[in-house]
């Protein structure tokens, strides 16, 4: 099971930033955060990962509150292109140390003209 | 970028057919995946190889097998094709742990 709680669906206009929240209220302290994108008939994209502290890149920053129990995905200045399903997940470590990623049914973020 | 490179976009198949899915990598990944993704269940999980030769079963393993014999290549098995495996099928490949996954396009199975 997805470890994970999301909005269903966020709006968002373009131009504007979107902001979308995630709870793992039972994360454990080596779990990592990932945010993933998925947009329509294409495979998963990856766009950022965190442990405690506050991550940015080239596409997403990624606020993760002190106790680690929620996290936001912010996109600064949303396009019409950011229309994707959004996932947050915590990995898992399996048997034998490998990570493995168990996907729940993520935000559908619509960017609106 | 990486690369991961799924052999077919389309395919159909009879029902009772083997059917093989093929995934390849082109950046020395440690680590690939294989998920089915359905309307209104999301990804799941299906195998994982953390190592060549090395496979680990995921949520959904029944009638699957992979195959790992090369680090760069990770084949999914279906040996007898059935209607309700009728799916997108997303192979993945991770540097090691606590790297990003990059995702291939997709191939789409339909069993008839």
């Known amino acids: 099971d997805a470890k994970t709680t999301q909005p269903t669906s966020m709006d968002c206009a373009e131009g504007r930033a979107a902001n979308l929240p995630c709870n793992h209220s039972?994360?454990?302290?080596?779990?990592?955060v990932y945010w993933y994108r998925q947009i329509h008939s294409q495979g998963p994209q990856y766009i950022i990962h965190?442990?405690?502290n506050n991550e940015t890149n080239e596409m997403a920053s990624l606020i993760i509150t002190e106790d680690r129990k929620s996290s936001t995905l912010i996109l600064p200045h949303a396009t019409l292109r950011d229309t994707a399903v959004y996932y947050c997940?915590?990995?898992?470590?399996?048997?034998?140390?490998?990570?493995?990623?168990?996907f729940g049914k993520g935000t559908k973020l619509t960017v609106n003209p | 970028d990486v690369k991961v490179t799924q052999s077919s976009r389309y395919l159909v198949k009879r029902t009772g057919e083997k059917v093989f899915l093929e995934c390849v990598q082109d950046?020395?990944?440690?680590?690939m995946f294989w998920y089915r993704q359905d309307p209104g269940l999301g990804l799941r999980l299906i195998y994982f190889?953390?190592?060549?030769?090395?496979?680990e079963k995921g949520d959904i393993p029944e009638g699957y097998s992979v195959s790992r014999e090369k680090k760069e290549r990770f084949s999914l098995i279906l040996e007898s094709a059935s209607t309700n495996q009728t799916s997108m099928y997303l192979c993945?490949?991770?540097?090691?742990?606590?790297?990003?996954?990059?995702f291939g396009s997709g191939t789409r199975l339909t069993v008839v």
């Open positions: 997940i915590v990995d898992f470590l399996a048997q034998g140390g490998s990570e493995k990623l168990v």
């Open positions: 039972t994360i454990s302290g080596n779990e990592y």
């Open positions: 965190g442990l405690k």
């Open positions: 950046m020395d990944h440690e680590n």
């Open positions: 190889s953390y190592d060549v030769k090395m496979k």
């Open positions: 993945a490949s991770q540097r090691h742990n606590n790297y990003g996954y990059t």
